[in-house]
């Protein structure tokens, strides 16, 4: 009996055991797991100390963009003067509040000189020491200024993208013994223009393609005193060297010639300046108010209908169309023989003066003025040509004039780049007006011009 009741106690106590609950496992001490491979790459060995973040690497920098760069705040703030000559142009308003928004830091000062003051008054600036940075320049100081160290070259600021983007015969007219003076600010050619249904009443059905056929058609188109078949500022002495200055080359004349000696007494000088004077004194086909009168006139004239044929700018088409009248602009004729076919361009130029204290400034304006929509609001307010290679999409670049200018670009001539040329250009417009006006003969008052300027100018010839 007692042995049964053992045997059941020991079977209880089994199935007791079977049902408690497992123990909870006590996990090894420090048991590291077997390293894992790497599925690519060997595993780093275990370093022996904390390793030192490694510094990231920096960026590579963009290019400089083109257009227009982000605002960049000045490490100090700077102030850019300016002077520019002429009218108080909407252009320079809206540059330098562009200029100013992107250049925090930068604020543009200018000041406006009258344009027939503004060789006084740079000649003052200049003596006593307080020109502005940047200033508006006849392309005639160029060669002065630079003699006398007032402007400073710019060519180590140019970039080669920079001198490309400038038509090549404007920027040469900031360029004096091999260096870079500047940039162009404004352009303006003068070409012939003449008036169509005029033309075609004459007996014309096509432009003169001679300077003896430009003569001829002058007269048939002369009805005096209703109209005038030519008109020039013979009034204003520069005005007389610009305005008929394709028409001198074409007759063979210049101011210096083919080695650089003053030629204004050439037998070719004195040829053109009879014909010119026989156009206004024997064929009478300039009114004698011409005499008095400046090329802005001669402008408003022709486009009342006074006047057949003259040389202007391509705004000339527009004043004409806005009187009813068409107004194109005549293919260079030909020249005579030992002559040349050229067209002038006048170009005024953006310098930058020696004693500037904020040049790299004053370049970045530079830059600024050859983006094409900032050229675009000078040419169309001045009326000018394009003086860079990239022009805005504008229907002001499609007009007759310009037309006619970029495809005679090739043909472009600038005046003589002398230190002393205004003496010269104003000498000749006297000269001429003597001759003009009947109180000397062409050959004396060109020799009396001759050896007055011998005697005036520091360097008679042209520079090399």
């Known amino acids: 009996m007692k042995l049964k009741v053992f045997v059941l106690f020991v079977i209880v106590l089994a199935m007791i055991v079977a049902c408690a609950p497992a123990p909870t496992p006590v996990p090894p001490t420090k048991a590291p797991e ?44 700077v102030t850019l003067k300016i002077a520019w000559m002429g009218a108080d142009y909407k252009a320079y308003k809206t540059w330098k509040e562009n200029f100013e928004k992107e250049n925090p830091g930068v604020t543009i000062e200018y000041q406006l000189i009258p344009y027939a003051d503004g060789p006084t008054v740079f000649n003052t600036m200049i003596q006593g020491g307080n020109t502005p940075d940047l200033a508006y320049m006849f392309m005639g100081m160029i060669a002065e200024y630079a003699e006398r160290k007032a402007i400073v070259p710019i060519d180590d600021y140019m970039k080669p993208d920079d001198r490309a983007g400038w038509v090549p015969g404007a920027l040469e007219a900031a360029q004096y013994k091999g260096k870079t003076y500047g940039v162009p600010l404004i352009g303006a050619n003068r070409t012939l223009f003449v008036r169509t249904d005029l033309m075609k009443a004459a007996g014309y059905n096509e432009p003169p393609k001679t300077w003896d056929q430009v003569r001829d058609l002058a007269r048939k188109m002369t009805k005096a005193p209703d109209v005038y078949g030519m008109c020039m500022g013979l009034g204003r002495p520069k005005h007389i060297m610009q305005e008929q200055i394709s028409m001198m080359w074409g007759f063979g004349a210049d101011f210096f010639d083919k080695d650089g000696k003053l030629a204004v007494n050439s037998p070719a000088a004195v040829k053109y300046v009879t014909e010119l004077t026989d156009m206004f004194l024997k064929d009478k086909v300039m009114a004698p108010s ?18 057949g044929m003259m040389f202007s700018m391509p705004i000339q088409t527009k ?37 500037s204290k904020n040049k790299d400034v004053a370049y970045r304006f530079m830059q600024f003025l050859q983006r094409p929509e900032n050229r675009l609001l000078m040419d169309i307010e001045f009326g000018g040509v394009p003086v860079t290679m990239k022009i805005a999409n504008d229907p002001y670049y499609q007009s007759p004039g310009i037309k006619d200018y970029v495809a005679n670009t090739k043909y472009l ?3 003589p780049n002398h230190p002393e040329w205004t003496k010269i250009q104003d000498g000749w417009g006297e000269a001429v007006q003597k001759v003009i006006t009947g109180d000397m003969t062409p050959e004396k008052s060109l020799q009396a011009l001759y050896d007055r300027l011998k005697k005036e100018l520091v360097v008679p010839d042209l520079p090399k």
């Open 34 to 77: 077997p390293p894992k491979p790497a599925a690519t790459q060997p595993p780093a060995p275990a370093p022996t100390q904390a390793p030192v973040a490694t510094k990231a690497p920096e960026p590579t920098k963009a290019p400089a963009p083109t257009q227009p760069p982000a605002a960049t705040k000045a490490a100090a703030p």
């Open 413 to 415: 001539k600038l005046t």
């Open 319 to 355: 004043m004409c169309a806005d009187n009813k009248f068409e107004c194109l602009p005549v293919p260079l004729p030909e020249p005579n023989v030992g002559g040349e076919k050229k067209m002038l361009l006048i170009v005024d130029v953006f310098g930058m003066f020696a004693n």
């Open 290 to 307: 011409n005499v008095t009168m400046n090329a802005n006139e001669c402008y408003a004239a022709m486009a009342a209908g006074k006047v």
